[in-house]
């Protein structure tokens, strides 16, 4: 194997050899995959099977469950702009005081 001295080489030069080194790599583990292949189908075919039925068809990854979108916050603390609140589950302390303060829910509205 050729050996590179890399302390000689401009950026220019060490990004080309960069991108040649991926791009082999990348072709090689494409060979790789295709050459696995290959002996998959064909150990299907000697037993008389399809691929799929050889390695199966679940799907190993697990399904995410949709997380939703945050809500926009809808009341804010008058103490404090930094506190807000969506509306939505339970009502925050500073939300509690404000209404036995006094204040009504519409006055805590975000204008």
Known sequence: MAKIDLSKLNMDELGALANDVQK??????EEKRA??????????KEAGLTVDELVGTV????????????SAPK????N?????????????????EALEAGKTKEELLIA
């Open 75 to 78: 009341y804010i603390d008058p």
């Open 80 to 96: 404090d702009p930094m506190n807000t609140w969506t509306g939505k589950g339970r009502a925050p302390n500073w939300f509690k």
């Open 35 to 44: 050459e696995a292949m290959k002996r998959i189908h064909e150990l299907a």
């Open 59 to 70: 799907s190993t990854t697990k399904k995410r469950r949709d997380t939703g979108t945050k």
């Open 24 to 29: 082999r790599m990348t072709e090689l583990k």
